[in-house]
């Protein structure tokens, strides 16, 4: 059903893709509104009649029914006849408006004014001004004289003209003074007795070299509540001016975070370089830390702490200290959603360095919570490999943090049981299960990296069921911390999902293929190989199989890792079935990561093409733990499309 758009920041409308709705006379539009003001409460019909009509008439009930079927069609037109309404609908004495949350625009005004609070000066400004651009008119302008729109009204226009004060104070905070004077003397044109938009207006013009004028608008303000009101300043105003008058500094702007930030960090290296001495354990394990700050800001950041992180281990296995390198590894306690290792080098040697250090470590109680980060490290570190080790580590590291009742420690480890939940198809479930005690956790204590993994994790979990409201519930939590936090790397894995969501969910072959194209320019320079190597070909293959393209697999583009599945492809298209029959049979299990459902999927589209009954055995049963879910589509990536579809397709020809 294609969903309506209702207005009501002016004079009251409904639309459809743009198009306006009829909604035929004054009294159906007053009836839409007055139900649009109850909010999805139902309103009972006698309230609904009282509020229509000043004298009912005779059939005022029958009139009103009347009018609800009209408003049925016009809302609800491809809606088949009998069939129950879902917009209008009827519930115990009387009627309600099933609207979506942001289907009105006074309640995405609302919800805007109250998501700026959480933003930056800058954005909050930017919020404001973009909620407030959706007023046109007063609220409710066609029944202003109607007692049941004087409430909603009233509490609308004064959310306005708070909203309009708030954008004020975001721009003088964001050091934009000069531009918030214009708005509030409009503003104060219309609303003279705003004391709170007097105080603004009088602090931007003084933040902008304006004193004289900030003075005489501060008399004006006085002179108008005196005349009109009878009542003199009140304290703000009076502390204001006496503030402007002594030229006190506590007026002045606040310094630009960025250049605070930046002599802080100035002074504090400085500082550093002085006392600590060159050489010195301190320096490393501080360098370590440094590390892994730079891994979360993404892109060169992340590359040069993958970069430097062996060589800080390697320099604390140098020092013959177990101690510290166990702290040296660690410290790098980095958040990951991602199965494949971006540089598998440099993880075989993390791990060795790990396996060395538990070794060299006394098992004796004392050293439990160092021993635990290591295991933990050994865990994440061997994603996507086939070894037993990876999962042991994992759970003995959750064992002891869990013993510990250490939360930063349970958090890693959880990381690594995620890590190594990927050993077969169709562990959705416990990686669910995984990402709701890490929100759990993370919300108790703090964690806020871990509280962005775990609503990734539970996005990935709830894409590969097809429960896509509740994964989109997650991708948007991710995305506001994200932003509240400086986690640039979470717009990949938002961006992509979407684009996953999109070619599930049934759009038109060009429109998904382009979400998963724009999805992919998020990779470049995002500092994660491990990812981006042969991700779009392999979304585009499983989208054109998906939409009953032929399958074709250009052996030019980067397919990285996935090669070896893309060259039958390549040849069947060519017309070399034989070739291709021989590629299928040499073809490796998948690798135990996040996308071995979807390269399942792929062995299962060749085998059914070339009737290979070999290959149809050999995938089914490694498919069959992933009945009923969406393969590949628990990366938060991309999908083949439902498992269940492969596995027939293979059991009919096994």
């Known amino acids: 059903m294609t969903a309506v758009a209702f207005g009501v920041l002016g004079p009251v409308t409904a639309g459809r893709d743009g198009d306006p709705v009829d909604l035929k006379g004054p009294r159906h539009r007053a009836l839409l509104a007055r139900l649009i003001a109850a909010r999805r409460r139902v309103v009972p019909v006698d309230r609904l009649v009282a509020d229509l009509w000043e004298v009912p008439p005779a059939r005022a009930v029958g009139t009103l029914r009347t009018f609800v079927a009209d408003l049925r069609r016009a809302l609800e037109p491809e809606r088949p006849r009998r069939a129950p309404a879902r917009l209008l609908v009827t519930e115990g004495p009387g009627y309600a408006l099933r609207a979506a949350p942001g289907a009105v625009d006074a309640w995405r005004f609302e919800t805007a004014v109250a998501e700026a609070g959480d933003l930056p000066a800058d954005r909050a400004a930017a919020r404001l001004t973009a909620a407030l651009g959706q007023w046109r008119g007063p609220a409710y302008a066609d029944f202003g004289g109607e007692e049941w729109a004087r409430g909603e009204r009233s509490r609308l226009t004064e959310l306005r003209l708070r909203a309009v004060e708030r954008r004020a104070e975001h721009l003088m905070a964001a050091g934009r003074a000069a531009d918030a004077v214009p708005d509030l003397d409009a503003h104060l044109a219309e609303h003279p007795w705003r004391e709170e938009a007097w105080r603004l207006l009088a602090l931007a013009l003084y933040r902008t070299g304006r004193q004289a004028d900030a003075l005489a608008a501060l008399r004006r303000a006085r002179a108008l509540l005196a005349d009109g009101l009878g009542v003199d300043p009140g304290p703000r105003l009076r502390r204001l001016e006496a503030g402007i008058l002594a030229q006190d500094p506590a007026l002045d702007p606040p310094a630009e975070p960025a250049e605070a930030a930046a002599r802080l960090w100035t002074r504090a290296t400085e500082a550093y370089d002085r006392t600590v001495a060159a050489g010195s354990r301190a320096r490393l394990e501080s360098a370590v830390g440094l590390l892994r700050v730079l891994a979360l800001t993404g892109g060169g950041g992340l590359e040069a702490a993958r970069e430097h992180r062996t060589a800080a281990v390697a320099a604390a296995e140098e020092t013959g200290d177990a101690d510290l390198t166990a702290r040296v590894i660690g410290a790098y306690d980095v958040p990951a959603i991602w199965t494949r290792a971006d540089d598998p080098g440099a993880a075989r040697a993390i791990v060795a ?43 003995e590291a959750e064992r002891i943090a869990r013993r510990l009742d250490d939360p930063a420690l349970l958090a890693f480890a959880l990381n690594g049981a995620f890590m190594q939940s990927c050993a077969t198809p169709g562990q959705a479930p416990r990686r669910d299960a995984i990402g709701a005690e890490l929100l759990a956790l993370a919300g108790r204590h703090g964690l806020v990296t871990y509280e962005i993994l775990g609503h990734l994790i539970r996005l990935q979990a709830r894409a590969a069921h097809g429960d896509f409201a509740a994964a989109d519930r997650h991708a948007t939590a991710a995305d506001h911390l994200a932003e509240r936090h400086e986690r640039p790397l979470v717009t990949v894995f938002t961006t992509w999902y979407r684009a996953l969501r999109e070619a599930a969910t049934g759009a038109p072959y060009h429109q998904a293929e382009a979400g998963y194209r724009a999805a992919a320019g998020t990779l470049d320079g995002a500092g994660m190989p491990g990812l981006a190597h042969g991700l779009l070909p392999l979304a585009l293959l499983g989208l054109k199989l998906a939409h009953g393209r032929p399958p074709e697999a250009d052996l030019g583009d980067d397919w990285g890792p996935y090669l070896p599945w893309a060259r039958p492809f390549a040849l069947l298209a060519e017309g070399r079935a034989d070739r291709a029959r021989a590629a299928l049979g040499a073809l490796p299990e998948p690798p135990p990561d996040l996308l071995q459902e979807a390269l399942s999927c792929a062995e299962a589209a060749l085998a059914v093409a070339l009737g290979d009954r070999a290959a149809a055995r050999r995938t089914y049963p490694r498919l069959l733990p992933a009945s009923g879910q969406l393969a590949g589509a628990g990366s938060g990536l991309l999908t083949f499309g439902p498992v269940d579809t492969w596995l027939a397709a293979l059991d009919r020809l096994r």
């Open 353 to 395: 360095a790990a396996e060395r250090t538990l070794a060299a470590l006394p098992d004796d109680g004392t050293t439990a919570a160092a021993r635990g980060k290591l295991l933990a490290t050994v865990a994440l570190e061997s994603r996507g490999v086939r070894s037993p080790r990876g999962p042991e580590a994992a759970a």
